[in-house]
């Protein structure tokens, strides 16, 4: 029989489980290990084996095995043995690029799983869905994705939308009532099914079926989860790598028949046949596929994966969680955050920043939920009687406080926790005080007394007192007598006229304002009746306190911030002013009444809007990105979805966030901090400038390699490097040195620099003018040397090893002397990346391992005397000065076009 069509009752028995206790944690392994884990069937992860194979499918490594092959075939064994090395290392370090970056996304996914409330061993926890077993009691309220199917036991109100399951748009009421007969899933009005969202009401529900046994699960419908598409970034690196790509093979192809012809070689082809021209043809065969090998940027979506997936990790030790790679891209590009005012902005958490009592004012001091502060009259400590309404704010009160081992946990209402933490600040220990002074009888809060009080008996005398609290017309309403300093005395019109002045005054300072009351308890006499005035407290969502600088640096950064709240017009220009929002203001309604052409030139000028609903997000979020703005967009509840998804950066609350908001993010907020948005878009910017670095490095130094080898066959000269050398560099410049570009520090001017353009690419003129110029001084550098040395050891022992080895090193110590040359366009000092100079030092030593030690037979390199890295270090230092100096003009040229 299906759970549907059993009461309730019944469903509980079956499945063994009792409604108040739930399962014990003893029969949830039980049951797991039988069932097995709340998770649909993944694809399958990619076998290390088969990612390190991965490393060898490419056309050009295809040729070069098999000029490899003619090689050994001829005899030329020590090369093709060294050749293959060097290709096993390139592959190895290929293969721990990629299985990093896979397990950075892997990590990703695994932050970013959802919870749920589940009762377990008599109390409620909040465990990882993937983690829940059948027979669960789940609790869910508005917001919640349901994770697994479940028949509901308890319903208040539930509404779910079943859309991504059945289709239907409109959302479906739940109930626990037995269904009767073979239904359809949706007329199964008792079930919840996984993936589908309460969109209204609360409820509890037993879980029925989990994983691929759920109707999501056998219709195979994934979840969703962190995507793995190409960013718009790698997918346009791809494509500008095989142009180059394409044009490098070109001339390699030209490089071959060049060398053939220089040698007489391609009249073999007709005389012999293919097969000996082939095996004439072996040097320059290999080192026309070896460039191509070298100078091809293969690397580049790699690389920038890892740069993203090392971005991810960093902004997750910030407090942001990214859950599409693309996003990173998006964050450098942002011109506008549009941010909530409660918990990002805010602390979200009600502080009491004043009181009136006794015809003063009382200041009250500290943040948020912390009871350490001073209470202080007039500078000075309060006195005894005026501790009074801090004490009725405590016992009037259904919140809870404690401190355990200097950690503070609190539940209940903002606004009753505020009293609670302001009555501690003077010493009243709430917890204690609430047992001693028994609750007798309490009046809840109403929307038309707008009043809330309680009868609690006094431990030291027997007596009882009623205790009240409200808005504070309300309050004085029921009150005919005042209390000040200790003496009650009836309550004039001019004492209410004075106190509702200065309510007014605590309003317009944004604070919400409270009144309170007290009289002695008569049995059978109306609790709010005749009570006597004690006075106000005001208080605030306090603003956290890094928000001030981190609008600053927005300001510096080029990015407009638009604060968006639902809270009336005081209080968002109040905390506006406190963080340094200046601009005019407007209410959601008033905005709304606007025509479109208003609206548009409204969205100008106002940067703080109240009373927001979400539909005025959306037209918020439309105005401006058609002004061609790139949009932040922050939101927690299920009616922020839509907002979320629109805007071009989706920004949901990691503590307060439903999961709604949280799955149509593209960024979580752990610490439902404005702050951490600001340290992502430093990041985001971050990620992209050493991309552009990388490219600039790698692109620079490939095309100095193709440059070298291709112009030295034009001027008819000997080979400057053999294929294994040009291999050597593929490993030890493209290597090591341009992955640690990517964990290069951010520059300190980066949060002062305007964003992005959207449209602009990461080879912008500005880059590849400098690409080709360093490429050209580079190969005048290392040509320059190799001529020196074809004259200057003509005729020597060693003469060609010589002068190739010259080459070759030159050039190495060129390309690393280049990282440098870069870092500084960003103001960066040269020991500033500990992985760089590592990387650098590394690469050094294995160049001068294979120049200096027996391994020089194997790479056809000699020793070089004294006058030989004189000479480098010569070139390489008018290398860098040309460099520089081309840096400055450029720059020179950039301010005056400005």
Same mark, same amino acid.
């Given at each position: 029989?299906?759970?549907? =069509?059993?009461?309730v009752?019944?469903?509980?028995?079956?499945?063994?489980?009792?409604?108040?206790?739930?399962l014990?944690?003893?029969e949830?392994?039980n049951?797991?290990?039988?069932?097995?884990?709340?998770?649909?069937?993944?694809?399958?992860?990619?076998?290390?084996?088969?990612?390190?194979?991965n490393?060898?499918?490419?056309?050009?490594?295809? @040729?070069?095995?098999?000029?490899?092959?003619i090689?050994?075939?001829?005899?030329?064994?020590?090369?093709?043995?060294?050749?293959?090395?060097?290709?096993?290392?390139?592959?190895?370090?290929g293969?721990?690029?990629?299985f990093k970056?896979?397990?950075?996304?892997?990590?990703?996914?695994?932050?970013?799983?959802?919870?749920?409330?589940?009762?377990?061993?008599?109390?409620?926890?909040?465990v990882?869905t993937k983690?829940?077993?059948?027979?669960?009691?789940?609790?869910?309220?508005?917001?919640?994705?349901?994770?697994?199917?479940?028949?509901?036991?308890?319903?208040?109100e539930?509404?779910?939308?079943?859309a991504?399951?059945?289709?239907?748009?409109?959302?479906?009421?739940?109930?626990?009532?037995?269904?009767?007969?073979?239904?359809?899933?949706?007329?199964?009005?008792?079930?919840?099914?996984?993936?589908?969202t309460i969109t209204?009401?609360?409820?509890?529900?037993?879980?029925t079926?989990?994983?691929?046994e759920?109707?999501?699960?056998?219709?195979?419908?994934?979840?969703?989860?962190?995507d793995?598409?190409?960013?718009?970034?790698?997918?346009?690196?791809?494509?500008?790598?095989?142009?180059?790509g394409?044009?490098t093979?070109?001339?390699?192809?030209v490089?071959?028949?060049?060398?053939?012809a &220089?040698?007489?070689?391609?009249?073999i082809?007709?005389?012999?046949?293919?097969v000996?021209?082939?095996?004439?043809?072996?040097?320059?065969?290999?080192?026309?596929?070896?460039?191509?090998?070298?100078?091809?940027?293969?690397?580049?979506?790699?690389?920038?994966?890892?740069a993203l997936?090392?971005?991810?990790r960093?902004m997750?030790?910030?407090?942001?969680?990214?859950?599409?790679?693309?996003?990173?891209?998006?964050?450098?590009?942002?011109?506008?955050?549009?941010?909530?005012?409660?918990?990002?902005?805010?602390?979200?958490?009600?502080?009491?920043?004043?009181?009136?009592?006794?015809?003063k004012?009382?200041d009250?001091?500290g943040?948020?939920?912390?009871?350490?502060?001073?209470?202080? $009259?007039?500078?000075?400590?309060?006195?005894?009687?005026?501790?009074?309404i801090?004490?009725?704010?405590?016992?009037?009160?259904?919140?809870?406080? +404690?401190?355990?081992?200097?950690? @503070?946990?609190?539940?209940?209402?903002?606004?009753?926790?505020?009293l609670?933490?302001?009555a501690e600040?003077?010493?009243?220990?709430?917890?204690?005080?609430?047992?001693?002074? =028994?609750?007798?009888?309490?009046k809840?809060?109403?929307?038309?007394?707008?009043m809330?009080?309680?009868?609690?008996?006094?431990?030291?005398?027997?007596? $009882?007192?009623?205790?009240?609290?409200?808005?504070?017309?309300?309050?004085?309403?029921?009150?005919?007598?005042?209390?000040?300093?200790g003496?009650?005395?009836?309550?004039?019109? +001019?004492?209410?006229?004075?106190?509702?002045?200065?309510?007014?005054?605590?309003?317009?300072?944004?604070?919400?304002?409270?009144?309170?009351?007290?009289?002695?308890?008569?049995?059978?006499?109306?609790?709010e009746k005749?009570?006597?005035?004690?006075?106000?407290?005001?208080?605030?969502?306090?603003?956290?306190? +890094?928000?001030k600088?981190?609008?600053?640096?927005?300001?510096?950064?080029?990015?407009?911030?638009i604060?968006?709240?639902?809270?009336?017009?005081?209080?968002?220009? !109040?905390?506006?002013?406190e963080?340094?929002i200046?601009?005019?203001?407007?209410?959601?309604?008033?905005?709304?009444?606007?025509?479109?052409?208003?609206?548009?030139?409204?969205? +100008?000028?106002?940067?703080?809007? $109240?009373?927001v609903?979400p539909?005025?997000?959306?037209?918020?979020?439309?105005?401006?990105e058609?002004?061609?703005?790139v949009?932040?967009?922050?939101g927690?509840?299920? =009616?922020?979805?839509?907002?979320?998804?629109?805007?071009?950066?989706?920004?949901?609350?990691?503590?307060?966030?439903?999961?709604? !908001?949280?799955e149509?993010?593209?960024m979580?907020?752990?610490?439902?901090?404005?702050?951490?948005?600001?340290?992502?878009?430093?990041?985001?910017?971050?990620?992209?400038?050493?991309?552009?670095?990388?490219?600039?490095y790698?692109?620079?130094?490939?095309?100095?390699?193709?440059?070298?080898?291709?112009?030295a066959?034009?001027f008819?000269w000997?080979?400057p490097?053999?294929?294994?050398?040009l291999?050597?560099l593929?490993?030890?410049?493209d290597?090591?040195?341009?992955?640690?570009?990517?964990?290069?520090?951010?520059?300190t001017?980066l949060? &002062?620099?305007?964003?992005k353009?959207? &449209?602009?690419?990461?080879?912008?003129?500005?880059?590849?003018?400098?690409?080709?110029y360093?490429?050209?001084?580079?190969?005048?550098?290392v040509? $320059?040397?190799?001529?020196?040395?074809?004259?200057?050891?003509q005729?020597?022992?060693?003469?060609?090893?010589?002068?190739?080895t010259?080459?070759?090193?030159?050039?190495?110590?060129?390309?690393?002397?280049?990282?440098?040359?870069?870092?500084?366009?960003?103001?960066?000092?040269?020991?500033?990346?500990?992985?760089?100079?590592?990387?650098?030092?590394?690469?050094?030593l294995?160049?001068l391992?294979?120049?200096?030690?027996?391994? =020089?037979?194997?790479?056809g390199?000699?020793?070089?005397?004294?006058?030989?890295?004189?000479?480098?270090?010569?070139?390489?230092?008018?290398?860098?000065?040309?460099?520089?100096?081309?840096? !400055?003009?450029?720059?020179r040229?950039?301010?005056?076009?400005?």
């Amino acid at each position: 029989m299906e759970f549907y =069509n059993q009461a309730v009752e019944d469903v509980l028995e079956s499945l063994n489980v009792n409604p108040d206790q739930g399962l014990s944690t003893e029969e949830v392994e039980n049951r797991r290990n039988i069932h097995g884990s709340n998770e649909l069937k993944k694809k399958k992860k990619t076998n290390p084996l088969v990612l390190f194979i991965n490393q060898f499918r490419s056309f050009i490594i295809y @040729i070069l095995l098999f000029a490899v092959a003619i090689s050994a075939i001829s005899g030329g064994y020590t090369d093709a043995t060294v050749i293959l090395i060097i290709l096993l290392f390139n592959a190895v370090f290929g293969f721990i690029q990629e299985f990093k970056a896979e397990k950075a996304i892997e990590a990703l996914r695994k932050i970013s799983g959802l919870n749920a409330r589940v009762l377990r061993n008599g109390k409620v926890e909040l465990v990882d869905t993937k983690d829940i077993v059948r027979g669960d009691i789940i609790l869910l309220e508005e917001g919640n994705k349901v994770p697994a199917d479940a028949r509901v036991i308890e319903s208040n109100e539930i509404h779910v939308s079943e859309a991504s399951l059945t289709g239907e748009s409109v959302p479906v009421a739940k109930h626990e009532a037995l269904l009767q007969g073979k239904l359809v899933i949706q007329d199964r009005r008792n079930m919840l099914f996984s993936g589908t969202t309460i969109t209204r009401g609360r409820g509890k529900a037993i879980v029925t079926s989990i994983g691929m046994e759920t109707e999501i699960g056998r219709i195979a419908e994934m979840i969703t989860e962190v995507d793995e598409e190409l960013t718009p970034l790698q997918k346009r690196l791809g494509s500008l790598g095989r142009k180059i790509g394409l044009v490098t093979i070109l001339i390699c192809i030209v490089v071959f028949f060049a060398g053939v012809a &220089k040698e007489g070689i391609i009249p073999i082809l007709f005389s012999q046949g293919l097969v000996e021209f082939v095996f004439a043809a072996k040097v320059w065969f290999l080192t026309a596929v070896s460039l191509a090998v070298a100078a091809v940027p293969e690397g580049l979506p790699a690389i920038v994966t890892i740069a993203l997936a090392i971005g991810v990790r960093k902004m997750v030790k910030r407090n942001a969680l990214i859950r599409r790679l693309p996003s990173v891209e998006t964050l450098g590009e942002a011109t506008v955050i549009c941010s909530d005012k409660t918990g990002t902005l805010t602390r979200n958490e009600m502080t009491v920043r004043t009181a009136y009592t006794n015809l003063k004012q009382i200041d009250v001091e500290g943040e948020g939920y912390d009871i350490k502060g001073k209470v202080l $009259s007039l500078g000075e400590p309060i006195d005894k009687e005026s501790e009074l309404i801090f004490k009725i704010g405590a016992l009037c009160n259904n919140a809870s406080l +404690e401190v355990h081992k200097k950690k @503070i946990n609190v539940t209940g209402d903002p606004t009753e926790l505020a009293l609670l933490v302001s009555a501690e600040k003077i010493g009243i220990k709430t917890k204690k005080i609430s047992k001693s002074w =028994n609750r007798i009888a309490e009046k809840p809060f109403d929307s038309v007394r707008k009043m809330m009080s309680t009868v609690n008996v006094d431990p030291e005398t027997g007596r $009882s007192y009623v205790f009240a609290k409200g808005a504070p017309e309300h309050v004085l309403e029921k009150c005919d007598r005042i209390i000040i300093n200790g003496n009650i005395r009836k309550l004039t019109p +001019e004492d209410k006229e004075h106190i509702l002045v200065r309510n007014e005054e605590f309003a317009k300072q944004a604070l919400r304002v409270l009144g309170f009351a007290y009289k002695k308890h008569h049995k059978g006499e109306e609790l709010e009746k005749n009570l006597i005035f004690v006075g106000l407290q005001g208080m605030i969502d306090p603003p956290h306190h +890094e928000v001030k600088d981190a609008i600053k640096r927005c300001e510096e950064a080029g990015i407009r911030v638009i604060m968006i709240t639902g809270d009336n017009r005081h209080t968002a220009e !109040a905390i506006a002013r406190e963080i340094g929002i200046e601009a005019e203001s407007m209410d959601g309604p008033e905005f709304s009444k606007l025509s479109e052409p208003e609206q548009a030139k409204a969205i +100008e000028r106002v940067s703080i809007f $109240s009373r927001v609903e979400p539909s005025h997000k959306m037209i918020i979020i439309k105005l401006l990105e058609r002004k061609g703005e790139v949009v932040a967009m922050t939101g927690d509840g299920v =009616n922020d979805a839509p907002a979320i998804k629109r805007a071009d950066l989706g920004i949901s609350m990691g503590i307060t966030g439903t999961d709604v !908001a949280k799955e149509s993010s593209d960024m979580v907020l752990l610490d439902d901090n404005f702050t951490s948005i600001v340290n992502s878009v430093e990041e985001g910017r971050g990620i992209y400038e050493n991309i552009r670095k990388f490219v600039n490095y790698l692109l620079s130094c490939n095309l100095g390699e193709v440059f070298v080898i291709f112009f030295a066959i034009l001027f008819g000269w000997p080979l400057p490097m053999t294929a294994i050398m040009l291999l050597w560099l593929n490993l030890v410049t493209d290597g090591l040195p341009a992955l640690a570009l990517s964990v290069d520090p951010n520059p300190t001017d980066l949060m &002062k620099r305007p964003p992005k353009k959207t &449209k602009e690419g990461i080879m912008n003129k500005q880059i590849m003018f400098h690409i080709i110029y360093v490429s050209v001084l580079i190969t005048i550098g290392v040509l $320059s040397l190799f001529y020196w040395g074809i004259n200057h050891y003509q005729g020597t022992e060693n003469y060609m090893d010589k002068i190739q080895t010259l080459a070759f090193t030159t050039i190495v110590i060129l390309e690393l002397v280049r990282l440098q040359a870069i870092r500084s366009e960003y103001r960066l000092g040269m020991f500033s990346n500990k992985y760089l100079v590592l990387a650098v030092i590394t690469s050094l030593l294995l160049q001068l391992l294979i120049i200096y030690t027996p391994l =020089n037979v194997f790479f056809g390199t000699v020793y070089l005397s004294l006058t030989d890295w004189v000479m480098i270090i010569v070139v390489s230092a008018a290398v860098l000065v040309m460099d520089v100096f081309g840096q !400055a003009l450029r720059n020179r040229m950039n301010l005056l076009r400005a």
